[in-house]
């Protein structure tokens, strides 16, 4: 009979790990070289969009002369039935401009409101929400109700996906 000195075996399996994808380049806005237009508009023509120094080196989309009603356009594409995570910093020029702002996701009406009534101030804040469209969405809208001076800074849509880790395990014995 013989003697079994050494099992030598591999298994080799996959795991799916969830990572955060980004669906919005450039939206911290730092890149000069971007072109950002193709990704922010306006659905007016005396509303003026542009991406500016904050004065601290830090550049940050700014939006002026908005009037009631006016919606600023953010052109992502958004599957239905995922869930997004979607968060910007966003402040506006003065307190008489302190507003609050629909977030709508839309291609075509009718829109789905994403968040309803949140407050704009004069001081950098985050706002950050969840979303899972119904249906094919490739824009997502901030309808703001009042005048003034917008300013958004590291705006984001992730969403989860998964990633795919082969693990070899061995064995001598």
């Not at 969009?49 to 989309?61: A, F, I, P, W």
């Not at 003065?94 to 001081?123: F, Q």
Request: charged fraction near 25%; include cysteine; glycine fraction near 6%.
């Amino acid at each position: 009979m013989k003697d079994i000195r050494y099992i030598c075996f591999s298994v080799i399996t996959e795991q799916s790990r969830m990572v955060e994808a980004e669906q919005f380049p450039n939206g911290d806005f730092e890149d000069e070289s971007y072109d950002y237009t193709a990704l922010w508009w306006d659905d007016r023509e005396y509303l003026t969009l542009e991406v500016e120094d904050e004065g601290n080196g830090n550049r940050v989309l700014h939006a002026s002369n908005i009037a009631a009603g006016d919606c600023l356009y953010a052109k992502v594409d958004l599957k239905a039935g995922k869930t997004y995570t979607i968060s910007f910093d966003v402040k506006t020029s003065t307190t008489a401009n302190v507003r609050d702002y629909h977030l709508w996701g839309g291609t075509v009406d009718p829109w789905e409101l994403v968040e309803d009534w949140n407050r704009i101030t004069t001081s950098w804040e985050t706002h950050t929400y969840k979303y899972t469209p119904s249906a094919e969405k490739n824009v997502l809208v901030i309808q703001n109700p009042n005048a003034g001076d917008l300013y958004i800074d590291n705006f984001s849509v992730t969403t989860e996906q998964p990633m795919m880790v082969a693990v070899e395990n061995s064995t001598n014995g």
